[in-house]
C-alpha cells in the first residue's frame, strides 16, 4: 500500500532511466537529467536571489501568461458582462466575481489570477520534481511514505517494477488538474476499468492510444473517517508551503478535498469537488465550497457531516509535508496532496504551480502577512494588466 523499500529501489533504478523517455517523448525541451544528489542543494541562483519569475518564462519559451490568461477570460466575459471588465482590471478572471468574497474582504487581498499565472516559475528547474510523476515517486520515494509504483508505460511499451494485483490508478507523467486519471483494478492476467474486463495487451494498446506516458501506482485504502465523507472517491488533503530565505518552510494553509457524484470519480475541486478550510493548528475541518460558490458543512451527496470534525493523524501529516520539503531543499513553493491511509498519511503529489482558487474560495491568502510577503520578495504580486478586456 505505502512504501516497499524494495520495490522502491527495483523501481528507482528502473525508472531513472525510464522517465527520460518519458519528459523527452513529452517535449525535448523538458527532458530533465537527473544526477543523484544534485538536486539536494540549491543551486546559486535560486531561492532569495532567484532568476525573475518573468526572466525564467522568457528563457523557456513560454507565452506571456497575460496573454493567455486574457483568452480565457473573454471566453468568460459573456456569462459575466456587468462585472468581466472590473474583474480583470484588478487581475482577476470574471468568473472568481461568484467564487470569491469581495463584499467581504478588499481585492488587494487576494492573490490575482495573473499573479498566481506566475507562480508557475517559482521552483526554477526544480519543478521537474513535481511535474513528472515518475521523478517524483523515484526521488521522494526513497525517503517517504509513497503510492507503490506497479509500472510506467510509454512509447507503447511498458516497465513494471512489481506484480500487478488488486486496485491501481493511471496517470499522465506530467498531468494536471485531474485529467486523464485513470482508475482501475487488476484482476489475474486481466485489467478491470470501467466495468469492461481488457486483457493486459488491449489495457496497454489503451494508453498508448492515448499518446501520453503514464505511470500505474496501486490505490491507497483510505482510513475509514475520510472515506466516511464520500466513499466513490479517494479523499484528500492539500497543505501549500512556501520556504523562507532562511531555508526555513513553513505551511501556509491547507484544505480538505472531497469528491461528489458529478467530479467523475476524483476529488479535484475544478471537476465539480468541494474544499473545505482546515485549521492547520488542529487539523479541524471549516466550511466547504464548491467552485459554484456554494457553501457546505455537510457533503451534498451523503448527507454526512464534515464541518467541525478533524482530520486523522494531522500531526503526521504535517510532518511528511515537513520532511519532503527538507528533503530537497531547492524546492520554494509546493502543494503537496496526501491521502490518509488507516496507520497514516502517504505523499501522492506535490504541485508546482498548485490552484489557489480551492484555498482563497475560503478567503485572501495575503491575508496572512508571512504569505504575501513571501510572494513579494518572489516579485509575484508586481504583476498587473496591461491590456485591457
Not at 474583474?87 to 468568473?95: A, C, E, H, N
Not at 519543478?127 to 509513497?146: M, Q, R, S
Not at 451527496?301 to 486523522?312: E, K, L, N, Q, W
Request: glycine share 10%; charged share 20%; aromatic share 8%.
Amino acid at each position: 500500500m505505502a512504501r516497499n523499500p524494495a520495490n522502491n529501489r527495483h523501481f528507482r533504478s528502473l525508472a531513472l532511466e525510464a522517465v527520460r523517455n518519458i519528459a523527452a517523448a513529452l517535449n525535448p525541451r523538458r527532458l530533465f537529467r537527473f544526477r543523484p544528489g544534485a538536486l539536494k542543494r540549491p543551486s546559486r541562483v535560486h531561492g532569495a536571489a532567484a532568476i525573475p519569475v518573468t526572466r525564467r518564462l522568457a528563457e523557456r519559451g513560454e507565452v506571456s501568461p497575460e496573454n493567455r490568461l486574457l483568452q480565457v477570460a473573454r471566453k468568460q466575459a459573456p456569462r459575466y458582462q456587468s462585472v468581466a471588465r472590473e474583474m480583470w482590471r484588478l487581475g482577476f478572471l470574471p468568473s472568481k466575481s461568484r467564487l470569491y468574497d469581495f463584499t467581504k474582504f478588499a481585492p488587494q487581498d487576494f492573490l490575482t489570477d495573473l499573479q498566481f499565472a506566475y507562480t508557475n516559475a517559482l521552483n526554477g528547474p526544480y519543478a521537474e520534481l513535481l511535474d513528472n510523476k515518475p521523478i517524483f515517486h523515484a526521488v521522494f520515494g526513497a525517503v517517504l511514505p509513497v503510492p507503490a509504483a506497479i509500472a510506467c508505460a510509454f512509447g507503447g511499451g511498458m516497465v513494471w517494477f512489481t506484480e500487478a494485483k488488486g486496485p491501481f490508478f493511471a496517470k499522465p507523467a506530467h498531468g494536471l488538474g485531474g485529467m486523464g486519471i485513470i482508475r482501475g483494478c487488476f484482476e489475474g492476467d486481466s485489467v478491470r476499468l470501467n466495468g469492461r474486463l481488457l486483457g493486459r495487451m488491449e489495457f496497454q494498446a489503451q494508453l498508448a492510444s492515448t499518446g501520453e506516458p503514464y505511470i500505474l501506482t496501486a490505490a491507497i485504502e483510505q482510513h475509514p473517517e475520510m472515506a466516511s465523507f464520500f466513499p466513490e472517491t479517494v479523499n484528500t488533503v492539500r497543505v501549500l508551503m512556501m520556504r523562507e530565505p532562511s531555508g526555513e518552510a513553513f505551511v501556509a494553509c491547507a484544505v480538505l478535498r472531497l469528491g461528489t457524484s458529478s467530479s467523475g470519480g476524483v476529488d479535484n475541486f475544478s471537476k465539480g469537488g468541494l474544499s473545505f478550510w482546515i485549521d492547520t493548528a488542529v487539523g479541524k475541518i471549516g466550511q466547504g465550497r464548491r467552485k459554484t460558490g456554494a457553501i457546505f458543512e455537510s457533503h451534498p451527496d451523503t448527507g454526512a457531516p464534515v464541518s467541525g470534525r478533524c482530520i486523522p493523524h494531522w500531526a503526521a501529516v504535517l510532518d511528511c509535508c515537513h520532511a519532503a520539503m527538507a528533503q530537497q531543499p531547492g524546492l520554494q513553493y509546493v502543494g503537496w496532496d496526501l491521502v490518509i491511509a488507516p496507520d497514516g498519511p502517504v505523499l501522492i503529489e506535490g504541485n508546482n504551480h498548485s490552484g489557489v482558487h480551492m484555498i482563497q474560495a475560503h478567503g485572501p491568502l495575503l491575508a496572512n502577512a508571512r504569505v504575501r510577503d513571501f510572494y513579494e520578495r518572489h516579485g509575484i504580486l508586481r504583476h498587473v494588466p496591461t491590456t485591457s478586456l
